[in-house]
């Protein structure tokens, strides 16, 4: 993948309420998108991830969803809680697995009280 | 602890100076790859290195170089600095086969 797409660049959501991230990618050999979260001070941590033969995947509170044909995928919190405020970036890399992994240019998400 | 080390943590130097920017991978990942994360850049991908040998070049300054030696740990070199390179330097390291990487804490650059 070569390039990434993201928005919002900013995201303020009340607590409890749900939050939404999109990305698109241009790379159609690309096949698998993670999704990272980074918090202050400290690296990207990987907390989902989506290969191209799957249109969904859950993970507690979180899931992303995958659009092949409209090269978008999307991360969707529920519930949001204190902690979920961070930065978070998608990221796609190309049709092999050691492939590198090309960032979008992330969301900072607030939770507010 | 992630398993991938970075080291030093922190590093204050003056312009024209060069450093080196120090990273231990996971035990037994082939891979690693360095990344600039700057306040207004994001992630920005600068080099990769797959089992001593470079796999994949972003971009990477000419005054940048890195290195990944025979027991995997890789070496980012910094020289001629200049007030723009002060960001935050991401190791990260992947196993080979598999999806996705797990990076170190960074190591934090300030150039004056």
């Known amino acids: 993948g070569e390039n990434v797409e993201q928005h919002p660049s900013t995201l303020s959501v009340q607590e409890g309420d749900s939050a939404v991230i999109k990305c698109t990618y241009s790379d159609s050999a690309s096949n698998y998108f993670p999704w990272y979260k980074q918090e202050l001070g400290k690296g990207p941590q990987l907390i989902i991830d989506?290969?191209?033969?799957?249109g969904e995947k859950k993970d507690q509170r979180i899931a992303v969803t995958l659009n092949k044909t409209a090269k978008h995928f999307s991360l969707h919190i529920t519930e949001t809680q204190p902690e979920d405020s961070a930065v978070y970036f998608c990221?796609?890399?190309?049709?092999?697995?050691?492939?590198?992994?090309?960032f979008g240019k992330g969301t900072r998400l607030h939770i507010l009280p | 602890d992630s398993g991938v080390t970075q080291t030093p943590k922190h590093l204050i130097t003056a312009t024209g100076q060069r450093v080196t920017l120090r990273c231990s991978p996971r035990s037994g990942d082939l891979s690693v790859y360095w990344y600039q994360q700057s306040l207004d850049q994001g992630l920005q991908f600068l080099i990769q290195?797959?089992?001593?040998?470079?796999?994949a070049k972003g971009n990477i300054l000419e005054r940048f170089s890195a290195q990944q030696f025979p027991d995997l740990h890789s070496e980012l070199n910094l020289s001629s600095l200049e007030l723009g390179d002060s960001a935050l330097y991401f190791c990260a390291s992947s196993a080979a086969g598999l999806y996705g990487y797990t990076f170190g804490s960074g190591t934090r650059l300030t150039v004056v």
């Open positions: 989506i290969r191209s033969n799957v």
């Open positions: 990221a796609d890399t190309g049709k092999n697995r050691d492939d590198k992994i090309i």
């Open positions: 290195y797959y089992n001593g040998e470079e796999r």
